[in-house]
């Protein structure tokens, strides 16, 4: 299983998702932000104002599964939209954030630890 550590001083996370991204221009990072930086090694370039990964054309196998549906080039799948979904929710404790985004990224193989 890969390790991703979330800093929680640099992650976006419970406000809703019209201002949210990958990575913000003040360094502010979703929780898919910090995984395409350090799991999928992404660039900083590649993901900056970015809303979801499939925008940014970095293909992340590990996120598709048996509910992905492929249009054209557009990956829309269930486990991505979950985790974007829980962690801009402005309806859930930061308790229940962190608990439900670790079970969601255990699903694609990944350990989360929040500092």
Do not use: H
């Not at 970015?50 to 048996?66: G, T």
């Not at 549906?69 to 962690?87: A, E, F, T, Y």
Request: proline letters at 2%; hydrophobic letters at 35%.
């Amino acid at each position: 299983m890969k390790k991703l550590t979330i800093k929680r001083s640099e992650w976006y996370r419970g406000q809703g998702g019209v201002n949210s991204s990958l990575l913000k221009n003040n360094g502010e990072k979703c929780c898919l932000g910090f995984y395409l930086l350090n799991v999928r090694k992404a660039t900083k370039e590649q993901i900056l104002n970015i809303k979801c990964p499939s925008f940014c054309n970095i293909f992340c196998p590990e996120l598709v599964d048996e509910e992905t549906i492929i249009i054209g080039n557009k990956v829309d799948n269930v486990i991505g939209s979950k985790l974007m979904s829980v962690n801009d929710s402005q309806m859930i404790s930061e308790e229940e954030r962190e608990l439900e985004l670790k079970e969601l990224f255990k699903k694609i193989e990944i350990d989360v630890k929040f500092v």
